[in-house]
């Protein structure tokens, strides 16, 4: 019983895992394939300051926009692994 | 004091220091060695990982080849290429392999496909582009020594040589970290000072990443638009706008250069050091601080030293650039051959213009972008100094990394754990000094002879590494049914196909003339040129592997167990060294 109990909180793990995987790897392409490249011409267009927004997804911001992915990737992983050990305590083990 | 002087004295300071670094960091196990101790700090970590990443090509090269070769907008593919396969290390490969705890790539290769074959091929396929990588690097070596110290470029690969040997096999994986964290500091400096100051001048904000988008100082003029206009007078084609190849072609080549780079193992064994998985994916995190400082800093020198050379060749009245008005720089320069004029019409003038018959700026080398930029800029002679340092530190830092996941494929992979199982503790760690010592006297003679092949190297190890290494360790971390005649026959499909396409264009091991397919157009695959091929061998490598997984016996059941292992949550708290875990 604890041990199906055990295998179920795994799984959800995993699945949390890998959802949060999946959206930042939506973001990652959306800023650079998506934004740099694909949609480039119409978001030139736009202007901040002495860019033109296309141009500068590719050649500044999808840098930084990578940068916080990881970081927001390494928080929010050390949270779920904390849930999981506080549940594998509370759950008695 | 002469610039020659005090760049010997700057160089040869950062030198002491490797030297100093190396002696106090002595390896004294293979765990050392390989993965010194497993215990370097994440963000230590994260600024070694930037050194050993940024190559000779990053410093010299990248922002020369994004406003000339690539014309500003196409050369994004580098910037995000080289930054975005960072985002698929830190989530898809790092924490994993981390936490598979051993030394080297081709060692989780090897049991997660439970064969030698797949071990073997792993460690040919990092061989393969380790090397092809390690030859740019001592090229760069020779090349900034026989630059800036006016030695022979023989006399400089051979100092170059001896550092590395000094401190890589002294220290193995730990002095190399270490001596990696300095040069990262070197490299950094020399890197954004002549940037900062182009920026002050230009724009009067000393942000580079802020200078490339504000207006020129003393005007209302967008420095960008000030470009585009300029260059589209001369011929060229606007710089923020236009494509390379095209949209296909960017998109490929960006997602080689990504795959390539979460798949190149030198890289990867930087994050066996931390301490834990939470520590390799924090460094990840770090690892691209350190490296955006570089990549954001680059294509605001492209632009902006494109526009000082532009403007160069430009005088006030609209005229061009008078062969006796000359300045200084340019005729340095000149001497080097990096640089050449020729007064095609015999007007006394020098036009720059994007039409070959009549551009008379004959030759205008990529490299000349970061390395005559403090003298375009009129910097002082300390700053020049610094970036000879900073081009040495950075073409070090990559052959120690390179050289180390050589050695460590041949004394751990092929001696240890293929044929010499019984091999202990001490004999092994004698035998990666000795590997290392021939890597680098290896890497030094193909330094001094370089193949053929050399000048696209650094471009084709991204695309062997996209293609072999990159499939089999994702499948390897999260595809459960995948076996091994899968991983194998993956890996030897994506890099036949890769090394095809490119050997098709630039003949075989880049002899000219012996393209076997001789007739058929450049690009032929739908536009995408030789170095963007790196995905669709990658795509090759997933699609054989599957199939052939899916018609022959799934994997046995320990494998289950070394992914459940992998997946499992690691304990937040638990910072147990490799080995310990299991």
């Known amino acids: ?93 | 004091m002469s610039l020659t002087v005090l760049t010997y004295l700057v160089v040869g300071f950062t030198f002491a220091i490797y030297i100093g670094i190396a002696i106090a960091t002595r390896a004294s196990s293979t765990k050392d060695f390989y993965v010194a101790d497993g215990g370097v700090h994440p963000v230590a970590n994260g600024m070694a990982t930037a050194a050993d990443w940024m190559s000779a090509a990053s410093f010299i090269s990248m922002a020369g080849l994004i406003a000339l070769s690539y014309n500003g907008y196409g050369g994004s593919v580098f910037l995000m290429g080289w930054t975005g396969g960072y985002v698929l290390l830190a989530l898809l490969i790092a924490p994993y392999l981390r936490k598979y705890g051993k030394y080297t790539v081709p060692d989780f290769i090897g049991e997660r496909y439970y064969s030698d074959a797949a071990r073997v091929v792993a460690v040919i396929c990092l061989i393969l582009c380790s090397v092809t990588y390690v030859i740019g690097q001592m090229k760069g070596v020779g090349v900034a020594f026989s630059r800036f110290l006016e030695t022979d470029y023989e006399t400089g690969l051979g100092i170059g040589m001896f550092i590395v040997f000094f401190y890589a096999v002294l220290g193995g994986m730990k002095g190399i970290t270490y001596t990696q964290i300095a040069q990262y500091v070197v490299l950094i400096t020399a890197y954004t000072i002549p940037a900062i100051f182009i920026s002050l001048q230009l724009t009067g904000n000393p942000l580079p990443q802020l200078g490339l988008g504000s207006t020129l100082a003393g005007s209302d003029v967008y420095l960008l638009d000030k470009l585009d206009m300029i260059l589209v007078d001369l011929g060229f084609q606007e710089y923020t706008t236009t494509l390379r190849g095209s949209t296909l072609n960017m998109m490929a080549f960006t997602a080689s250069l990504m795959i390539g780079t979460a798949g190149l193992p030198h890289v990867i064994i930087r994050f066996f050091t931390v301490p834990s998985v939470a520590a390799a994916r924090r460094s990840a995190g770090w690892a691209l601080v350190f490296i955006a400082i570089l990549y954001t800093t680059a294509p605001a020198i492209a632009a902006m030293a494109r526009l000082n050379i532009v403007d160069t060749m430009q005088q006030s009245d609209g005229q061009a650039l008078l062969i006796e008005e000359k300045p200084a720089w340019f005729e340095n320069w000149e001497q080097t051959g990096l640089l050449q004029v020729e007064d095609l019409n015999g007007d006394g003038r020098i036009e720059y213009t994007a039409d070959p018959e009549t551009n008379e700026l004959t030759k205008l080398d990529n490299d000349i972008l970061v390395l005559a930029n403090p003298e375009i800029a009129q910097l002082p002679n300390w700053v020049i100094a610094l970036v000879a340092a900073g081009g040495l530190a950075a073409a070090l830092s990559t052959a120690a990394g390179l050289l180390l996941a050589i050695s460590s494929a041949i004394s751990h992979d092929l001696l240890k754990s293929t044929y010499m199982p019984s091999i202990s503790e001490k004999a092994e760690l004698r035998a990666s000094r000795i590997a290392m010592a021939a890597a680098v006297l290896g890497a030094g003679y193909l330094g001094l002879n370089p193949p053929g092949f050399a000048a696209g190297t650094v471009a084709l190890a991204f695309g062997l590494a996209a293609s072999s290494l990159f499939p089999a360790l994702l499948m390897g971390i999260f595809a459960r049914r995948v076996n091994r005649e899968g991983a194998v026959a993956g890996m030897l499909a994506g890099i036949s196909v890769t090394l095809l396409y490119v050997f098709q264009h630039k003949g075989i091991m880049f002899i000219p003339g012996t393209s076997f397919l001789g007739g058929m157009s450049p690009n032929w695959f739908f536009g995408v040129e030789p170095n963007a091929f790196g995905v669709v061998g990658a795509i090759v490598n997933f699609v054989v592997a599957f199939t052939v997984s899916r018609v022959s016996a799934p994997p046995p059941s320990k494998v289950e167990e070394l992914l459940e292992f992998l997946h499992e949550p690691s304990s937040v708290e638990s910072q147990a060294p490799p080995g310990a875990a299991r």
Not at chain 1, 38 to 45: D, G, K, R, S, Y
Request: charge should be positive; aromatic fraction near 16%.
């Open chain 1, 1 to 93: 019983m604890a041990e199906g109990k055990n295998v179920e909180r795994q799984q959800r793990f995993a699945a949390r895992v890998r959802s949060l995987m999946l959206r930042l790897l939506v973001v990652w392409f959306v800023v650079s394939f998506g934004f740099g490249i694909l949609l480039v011409e119409p978001l030139n267009e736009i202007r901040l300051g002495g860019y033109k927004l296309g141009f500068w997804f590719a050649q500044q911001g999808s840098i930084f926009i990578f940068i916080a992915l990881i970081f927001a990737f390494s928080s929010v992983m050390t949270r779920l692994e904390r849930d999981y050990v506080d549940g594998e305590k509370e759950s008695g083990k």
